[in-house]
């Protein structure tokens, strides 16, 4: 994260507002998450020149990876609700 590295003053960061600091902290993160998405792109780009992997553009292996972060659910807040009740009465029985 290059706004965490070393040489970055970081009590400039602490002194911000904590409004601007979380924006910095959430671009610092983006910015390293793409850096790793490029570096695993790079290492797959000589078996994509030999054709023992398909051909994928930089942007499209990218919009793939992100797409694939959350995982949604088609269960409603009351299913949703009952699990997590379930849970938390198979914790409470342990401790």
Do not use: C
């Amino acid at each position: 994260m290059h706004l965490l590295h070393s040489y970055y003053n970081f009590d400039y960061i602490l002194k911000l507002p904590i409004v601007r600091t979380t924006k910095l902290l959430n671009k610092a993160v983006e910015e390293e998450t793409e850096n790793e998405m490029w570096d695993a792109w790079i290492a797959l780009y000589p078996f994509m020149i030999l054709g023992l992997l398909d051909a994928v553009e930089f942007k499209d292996f990218k919009s793939k990876l992100s797409n694939n972060r959350y995982r949604y659910t088609e269960k409603t807040l009351e299913e949703i609700t009952q699990e997590m009740d379930k849970i938390i009465g198979e914790y409470k029985k342990k401790t």
